[in-house]
T-cell receptor, first 114, second 114 residues
């Protein structure tokens, strides 16, 4: 069974600094997809970034980028120039092919210090 | 324009009651999902429908019954509510059932069973 592990329950970052949130996963599949979702206090789940396992290039979305290490089964999220609005819970998620379920990690709470 | 909407946003009810949560998406997506987020913020898939066909049915008590009258709607009916059903329930949709498709989440319904 696929599992997603986020071992850090909380992290804190100074505004304008960079922070990295870690995530590891376990799978026997060779083709799959990885996601980072953000859940602010409003509780709305918002997609931050996604990565296809067959792509070697790390995905980037503005201030958000990932470090995808397929052999190590690691998928970390880097947030550059942190802003107060980045404060939220961040969930790493994994999904294999069609009809498969999206499996979430336990999440990490990120706080941003002004 | 709300992409994925849920009603109600809050639901407080007594043990043993029956309740329904409604979900509608106006994105023209084929696939819809129900997730449960427990008190520890852990998110888990419950059901998924593709064009009104059930494609994912996790280990969920029979008291939970999803219904999809058309591909834009996926409702969740819960019979004989128990204290442990208290959680936030999220509806989501994606363009289709493929693994890489982004899932768009509704605002969630907070259910409290007394």
């Amino acid at each position: 069974a696929q599992t997603v592990t986020q071992s850090q329950p909380e992290m804190s970052v100074q505004e304008a600094e960079t922070v990295t949130l870690s995530c590891t996963y376990d799978t026997s599949e060779s083709d799959y997809y990885l996601f980072w979702y953000k859940q602010p206090p409003s509780r709305q789940m918002i997609l931050v970034i996604r990565q296809e396992a067959y792509k070697q290039q790390n995905a980037t979305e503005n201030r958000f980028s990932v470090n995808f290490q397929k052999a190590a089964k690691s998928f970390s999220l880097k947030i550059s120039d942190s802003q107060l609005g980045d404060a939220a819970m961040y969930f790493c998620a994994y999904r294999a092919g069609a009809n498969s379920k999206l499996t979430f990690g336990k999440g990490i709470t990120l706080s941003v210090r002004p | 324009d709300t992409a994925v909407s849920q009603t109600p946003k809050y639901l407080v009810t007594q043990m043993g009651n029956d309740k329904s949560i409604k979900c509608e998406q106006n994105l023209g997506h084929d696939t819809m999902y129900w997730y449960k987020q427990d008190s520890k913020k852990f998110l888990k898939i419950m059901f998924s429908y593709n064009n009104k066909e059930l494609i994912i049915n996790e280990t969920v008590p029979n008291r939970f019954s999803p219904k999809s009258p058309d591909k834009a709607h996926l409702n969740l009916h819960i019979n004989s509510l128990e204290l442990g059903d208290s959680a936030v329930y999220f509806c989501a949709s994606s363009h289709d059932r493929r693994g890489g498709e982004t899932q768009y989440f509704g605002p969630g319904t907070r259910l409290l069973v007394l």
